[in-house]
């Protein structure tokens, strides 16, 4: 299966792009599939009804003459029924037959054995066309040999039959060697009767099976097709394989190997059934139609069925041939219809979707921290129009917001910087206060101590000071206390201008 590279299927013009010509595709194909069952179902019925109409035009071809053969021989027999008793006449009986149907090849009058005691045990009256299609004349000698191919005419199938079914018959083709011509024949046998059982002798009229041939072979509904006509037993009576005449059967020509339904198609055919199977052939695809002989029913003709078969072998690429040929164009065709749809489709969205391409970089860029890059306008007035119109408006929005937080930034990093340095200030001052207070303390520490000693000696009732004493050490204590007072006055005075100092501050 086809793989597209990620770096274009990643691309959202060309999964539109993909989605819209799938979408066609899908409803192309069963638009097509529907359009096409159809039309190969409307060409395969138009196939059955042609070869069925062509098995149907065969088979009324073929009896027709036979119908003709039938009534020349009716035209005599009646006639020539009420002389059986002039042999002499016959022969004008079987020339008058060949002589009133072109398609009559030769006409034999045979009776039975020593019917005519004068003439011999054998007696026949034997009229044939020469090979060029002329008659025999008269001058011609009537055949009265028993001899007829290569057995005693009485001995052969188209005779015994005859007699023994005792009605008017078609035989299947005989051989060359079974007939006086110099063709294969087919014979139709009347059965002769001086009105008692059983038949007394058989006129038998020969049909070439050439004539039928010509009939046979010419049917053809398609240039490669050809039709057949199988005997009673399966054997080939009309093939344009001459080799397959009489010489084998439908079924013999069927190997193990072979498609099981061309079996099928002709065990079908031989039960006398009317169908047509698809089968396989030396790797080609094959149709036969068939059906049986059918005589045309007709008043005073005998009803028996001949048993012969009619087929059509048709080709399929006969029948489908130019379907085939069409759908290979159609198909090719909607290739590369839906590639140029798969293109224009792919250039339509892609125009459409080029401000989605712009807004997309001027988002990285905005993500990359370039706020102040400006996006274009756009032309469009449809929903994606109005997406980069609106997004470039947040863009002049995040830039304008942006800006003013940055101000506020660099105002906030001043004042910062500003506090620190106060903060450094005023932890120096702590530090100078505390410096300071420790100082004082140290310098209060001493007067302290004096004035605390002077108390002290003052207060020693085991020690009373004299008078002298006793000034000195007042004029000690008031000299320390004036000392402490100065310093505590100097002390509130820094503390008050400290105090001022951070109001000012504050302000």
Known sequence: MLKLPSYITNKLSVRLSLMVVLSITVLLLSSLDVMLYYSRKAIKEEAILEANQALDGTVLQIDNILLSIEQAAGNVYW?????????????????????????????????????????????????????????ETSDAPVIHSGIFGNLPYNEQSWYTQAMEIGTPFWTD????????????????????????????????????????????????????????LLGHDGSYLV???????????????????????????????????????????????????????????????????????????????????????????????AIIALLLLMLLSWSFIRRLLKPLQILTQSAQRIADGHYDNPVPDSQQQDEI???????????????????????????????????RIALDKTQEAVRTKTKFLHNMTNQMLAPADAIAMDVKVLCDPEHEPDRQEAKRVEQNIQQQGKFIT????????LSVNATRKEADYDE
């Open 79 to 135: 006639d020539m029924v009420a002389h059986l008793d002039e042999p002499d006449k016959i022969f004008t009986y079987s020339q008058s037959v060949v002589a009133s149907n072109p398609y009559i090849d030769g006409c034999a009058i045979a009776f039975e054995p020593y019917y005519f005691p004068s003439r011999g045990k054998y007696f026949m009256a034997y009229v044939h066309r020469q090979e060029s299609g002329k008659l």
């Open 173 to 228: 083709p005989m051989k060359d060697k079974e007939t006086e011509s110099h063709h294969t024949i087919t014979t139709f046998c009347l059965p002769i009767s001086n009105g008692y059982d059983p038949p007394v002798g058989i006129m038998a009229i020969n049909l070439s099976t050439s004539l039928l041939s010509q009939i046979v072979l010419t049917t053809k509904p398609s240039p490669h097709s050809y039709c057949t």
């Open 239 to 333: 093939h344009p394989d001459s080799n397959k005449l009489l010489h084998h059967t439908v079924l013999s020509q069927i190997n193990p190997n072979s498609d099981p339904t061309l079996n099928e198609a002709a065990e079908s055919m031989m039960k006398g059934e009317t169908g047509y199977r698809r089968f396989r052939m030396k790797g080609a695809n094959y149709y036969v139609f068939y059906k049986p002989f059918q005589r045309s029913m007709i008043p005073g003709r005998t009803s028996n069925d001949i048993g012969w078969r009619v087929g059509i072998i048709y080709p399929e690429n006969d029948i489908f041939g130019d379907y085939n040929h069409l759908l290979h164009v159609v198909i090719t065709i």
């Open 385 to 419: 129009g109005q997406l980069q119109n609106n997004f470039q408006q947040m863009q002049q929005s995040l830039c304008q917001r942006i800006g003013e937080l940055e101000q506020l930034t660099e105002t906030l990093e001043n004042r910062g910087k500003e506090l």
């Open 486 to 493: 100065e310093v505590l006055n100097h002390l509130l005075e």
